[in-house]
């Protein structure tokens, strides 16, 4: 039953001595480099109050985060007994010693999984406990997670430094003031925290409670929108706000990589329906399309990269997402296509200098078909890490091997962490450490690279690409 | 020439001497469990007649195996030469001392393919077989084997005790009268022999011969099927009576995964007219989807686990299916959808703790795209192993890097072997446990996972998840 | 910055010292074999004339290499100052020496590259350079290649013979006039250059300048092309001048691999159509799948293999397209179908022993899905090695891992390297023979063949197989 081991310091690298050696050398020399984290969900609160308490040990490593609680649902584990908030306020679990003690007893079923390495790395690196997590261990390790979270070294602040962070990008909606980042900045705390602006919210006309969402953007922008142009300048306005708040880049969700010019008539028409709560057909597919096409615009005036996330069908159980929300799990990949899909941004946008655009896939054969072909050719295009399912080690490399030989490092934009669980950033930092030094040490000893390039490749990879793509 | 080596203890482990270590200590510990056979071909009249005879050595492991007939086909052999029946009863091949010979010519095609390795495991551990099979060798071998199958010890029964089966379940069309299953539970023979309830030949309305499948299942279901309402009646009186006899599972086979609910009028007008003999557009289709939720529907009623296999373009080769009929290597793999496909049915049951809904593929691009996110997720769903053509070992390698990441192995169905190849069900499980086992030694090796924790999960692969999750 | 490392004799092959030992062994009996060349376009001008220069070194290794240029524009280095001629005759680097420092100074983004290892494997082993390419080397290793490419040794025809090519087919457009394959014959050197026949520049209806591509094949042919009879007639001519200068195959590329037969009026109407310059709606396409069904008969009667290359969005980079024309790395590939769209052509073929179709993708999802079981089935089919951007080793590991269980190596092609750059030769077929070693001697320390099997296999893969699918 025993879960997990203890950290080797050897661990994730092939067994095999010579590559084992190698990826070892390559590692020592990047472990201890500075966090870019130039995408994640942090909340930024976190980091607005120095006094910010991060709650018990299931407030922290349970009830928040889906990677957790869809795995136990998966095999059974009601989210109420987990709990999960119910939109309807119905009852949920309260006792926190019960949900952890749940949690512990099926923590055997993350073995092999990103998620059961993550977890393992942060309860030993962060709260130094020495044994493995089950139904016997639950109260003790509790016990001593707990007692150290209601210390200052505990403090959110404390950890960023702890962990090495050197800038950590958040998650923001269009119509967000952004004051925790104001917050940030006014306080004598000199990290760098930025933020990040993610307009879906407001883009989608299919978007839950979009006309409120419309309406906030309207306040917080002091542009009254009332049509097609207005809102183009509601946004313009706002990514002018975010990039004085120190916003390097936007991102965008959406189910499918369509791009595609309205005129500007057609524009208008289909906002105007939809400000009047009538879209039609696919208005809210063609106006996404357009919108892409009017972000890459903005991007190539700004200069704020350009993060485009497609292929999940959000909220697929309809059942949990009436009774929890969103972000339960229930977010399941779709097939994927972005040659012909990205024609239009591409020819009017591809090849200009000035536009950075970083594609994440969930569609991994899209990797070696769509998007190394792509990367390999558009001065414009870099790809992302492995995102979601596939941030996690075979995932890497899977997309090591699929990637690079036709993209090349250079065409990527090194790791994201991608998380809203803060105390997890350095251990998926660290995967991706090990994995890209595990598979450059492959290289070497295959003679493919010589080890001082490797180790140049390594730096970039841990470090140098994404602070140079996301112009941090 | 030669083909192949002999078994060496070790075979199909990592060279690496720390994982193949590892890997051979796991699968020490598992190697000689018995099998859970929970889906498969094999056919119950084998063990029906204590005194069955598996007839000539062609008769055994050529004749009727499509995977051996399908190679040669494609390498020029002609199918009559291999004696396959004609459905035009015309000549064929009547020597099976030739179409042994045909068959150890060319057994070298099999290199490195899995019917290559079950076929040469089974020579050696079923049938004491010394040396490589080619032409040479062949006569020789051929008196060898067939010596053997004439002796008390190669009757399948006793077969299938050396074998060390726990438990073997057919598969059934809807209107089997299952007089098989009725002799082996009258007889003094106590082995678990189960029925599977499949319905496709009824529920496909574009079957071959479905008005005669119907009359079938009016005779046998002592059920006038008149109209939508009097074939639900019947499949569920079958399923009753297959419940009665044993049965654990259903099977459904369609080509795609689509779900659809149908008004009760839309079932009944597409059934009336499909019993007139005029099914239109896309009835068959809609008609599946619909029945689909049907299935799912009794599945929580009776409790009956639900496999689903999708993706394949049965009978391809049309000359071929015109001359021989089906099962001889023409079915080919199609591009496959389960996202939106199973939205309906996981919408309707998928949160519902008594369906237990068992997805397989030919379609590898959906392990880590959608069926390891939707069985990471669904309490209903779990992921049967490597299908058909990835039931293999480099298959069953992909299967574990794609899928576990993100659905963890609790919500895998352990193995089956799928096979009508009586002989070759030790030597298919016999690749399942030693790739498991690699598979585990490479998470050890890299220090992802204890050995105390890959002892548990082996014989969980092997054994337990099995056994679990066809409630057997 | 070094970049790359000399050439290590263990180069690619696994660092496992068991199976790095049985590779080894395994490459060093087929290292020197001669080569076949049995599909890529090297121009057969190099070969007709025997004082052929091959250049610059920047003509030779960057000015026409798209793989090359391609991935220095994906970092923003203009094709311009690659020397890359405009369709406009604009103004472009024309000193060869900064090209080059270009170039050298760019090199490390190769670095784990197909391409990186095959310029390496180029300067040192065609070449005898003995220093990493950087920016400081750059100018002296310019001096000694373009020394070197002044002497006799470095004649295409000397180049040819030092690289033992056994047999080298070029690709020839349908109308043409095959000059320089005379001229190879009626010289009195004695190598095997034979043509490729064809035809996509006349069968594709919305080929660029296609009437001006029917004037001269009525021209080449001495067939007034004036409707679709004499359009077949003259390609059934050309076959056959093809055929009577040696050629043994034909190739095709295609959007899709979508065939069907149209009725004899069909085609007429649509090919009277495209004469006048009106095709309408899906025409082309219909065409072309068409055509498919006439060339597979067409092989059938005069013995030509039948290669077909299909999945490929030709020049989706317009702007790059309108200054500098085609092959500018804008070639990107979408998904593939096979199982449903060769259904006509396979159902009317492709049982005929008298056929030979090669298929290539570059959806390497089709492999395991859809290639291998068709190939493992139809006797006609053969599948094409990894192509294109799958032309690399890793490429070939994932062909090797996802074709051979169900398909055997004996339903593959062999090697061909495909390629228009014509020192890259051996070093792409070395790729492939170390590839094949290594996989055959992973299969060989698992005990899944013999290593007596392994030589046959592995000599079958780098010479056999390519001789007997293509007639050579």
Request: proline share 5%; net charge negative; with cysteine.
């Amino acid at each position: 039953m025993t879960t997990f081991t203890t950290l080797n310091p050897h661990r994730y690298f092939d067994p095999e001595p010579t590559q084992r050696k190698i990826a070892s050398e390559l590692y020592e020399a990047i472990a201890t480099l500075p966090l870019i984290c130039p995408h994640g969900h942090v909340d930024p609160r976190l980091l607005a109050d120095e006094n910010f308490s991060l709650g018990s040990p299931a407030d922290l490593l349970i009830i928040p985060d889906h990677y957790v609680t869809r795995m136990l649902y998966s095999q059974g584990v009601r989210l109420e007994s987990l709990g999960a908030p119910r939109g309807d306020g119905g009852d949920v679990e309260k006792d926190h010693r019960k949900i952890w003690q749940t949690f512990a007893e099926n923590f055997f079923l993350f073995r092999g999984t990103p998620t059961g390495m993550w977890l393992n790395d942060e309860l030993v690196s962060v709260f130094g406990v020495s044994e493995p997590l089950n139904g016997k261990t639950a109260q003790a390790i509790y016990d001593h997670i707990a007692k150290q979270l209601t210390t200052p070294e505990f403090r959110p602040r404390k950890l960023f430094e702890r962990f090495n962070i050197e800038v950590l990008c958040t998650t923001d909606t269009a119509s967000d003031p952004l004051d925790s980042h104001q917050a940030i900045r006014s306080s004598n705390w000199k990290a760098k925290v930025l933020p990040t602006f993610r307009p879906d919210a407001v883009v989608n006309l299919e978007a839950f409670n979009w006309r409120e969402n419309i309406a906030a953007l309207s306040q917080e922008s002091k542009i009254e929108i009332k049509d097609y142009k207005s809102f183009i300048a509601a946004l313009e306005n706002r990514r002018a706000y975010f990039k004085q708040l120190g916003a390097s880049a936007t991102d965008h969700a959406a189910l499918t990589a369509y791009t595609h010019e309205l005129t500007d008539q057609e524009a208008k028409t289909i906002f105007a329906r939809a400000l009047k709560g009538h879209t039609a057909g696919d208005d809210a597919a063609r106006f996404t399309a357009h919108i892409l096409m009017q972000m890459a615009r903005m991007s190539v005036e700004d200069g704020l990269v350009m993060q485009l996330h497609v292929g999940s069908f959000r909220n697929h159980n309809d059942i949990l997402f009436d009774r929890f929300g969103s972000d339960k799990g229930g977010d399941i990949p779709v097939a994927t296509e972005y040659t012909r899909n990205l024609h239009a941004l591409l020819n009017k946008f591809g090849n200009d200098p000035r536009l950075t655009l970083i594609l994440f896939t969930l569609d991994e054969t899209t990797y070696s078909r769509e998007l190394a072909p792509l990367a390999g050719h558009y001065p414009a295009i870099k790809l992302g890490p492995p995102w979601w399912f596939f941030d996690s080690f075979n995932g890497m490399k899977r997309y090591f091997d699929r990637v690079i030989e036709t993209a090349g490092i250079y065409n990527t934009a090194g790791f994201n962490d991608d998380t809203r669980a803060f105390p997890s950033i350095p251990a998926r930092h660290d995967v991706w450490r090990r994995a890209s030094a595990d598979w450059l040490a492959g290289l070497v000893a295959r003679h493919i690279i010589g080890k001082d390039e490797a180790k140049e490749m390594a730096r970039d990879m841990a470090y140098s690409l994404a602070k140079k793509t996301y112009k941090l």
